[in-house]
């Protein structure tokens, strides 16, 4: 399995844009499917976005698509989330998620076994 953490949440206002990272320790990095989820107060964690092992294929929910872009970098063990046009209702715990040799049909949050511990950003209006 992977370590995962996460980095780059805070406070931006309406409109603005933010980048998440998320660093994932181990070899074998490049066999993951890599995905976003994110929880708001008092709502379940939903899918963000995901990426399969190489790049090549991205799936994103419906509330974000156009708006975030997820990439990776094999080389450095890295995922991204580049946020654009952020609304406060994007305010929420962002999480790193990993699955081994997973395919980005896969958004349910048991389909992945590996987490970051999270980290906040904040939208304000």
């Known amino acids: 399995q992977v370590q995962l953490v996460e980095s780059g949440g805070g406070l931006v206002q309406a409109g603005g844009s933010l980048t998440l990272s998320c660093a994932a320790s181990?070899?074998?990095?490049?066999?993951?499917?890599m995905a976003w989820f994110r929880q708001a107060p008092g709502k379940e964690r939903e899918f963000v976005a995901n990426?399969?092992?190489?790049?090549?294929?991205?799936y994103y929910a419906d509330s974000v698509k156009g708006l975030f872009t997820i990439s990776r970098d094999n080389a450095k063990n890295t995922v991204s989330l580049q946020m654009n046009s952020l609304k406060p209702e994007d305010t929420a715990v962002y999480y790193c998620?990993?699955?081994?040799?997973?395919?980005?049909?896969?958004?349910?949050?048991?389909?992945?076994?590996?987490w970051g511990q999270g980290t906040q950003v904040t939208v304000s209006s």
């Open positions: 990426i399969n092992w190489n790049g090549g294929s991205t």
């Open positions: 181990g070899r074998t990095f490049s066999t993951y499917l």
């Open positions: 998620a990993a699955r081994r040799l997973g395919i980005t049909m896969m958004t349910m949050e048991g389909n992945y076994d590996c």
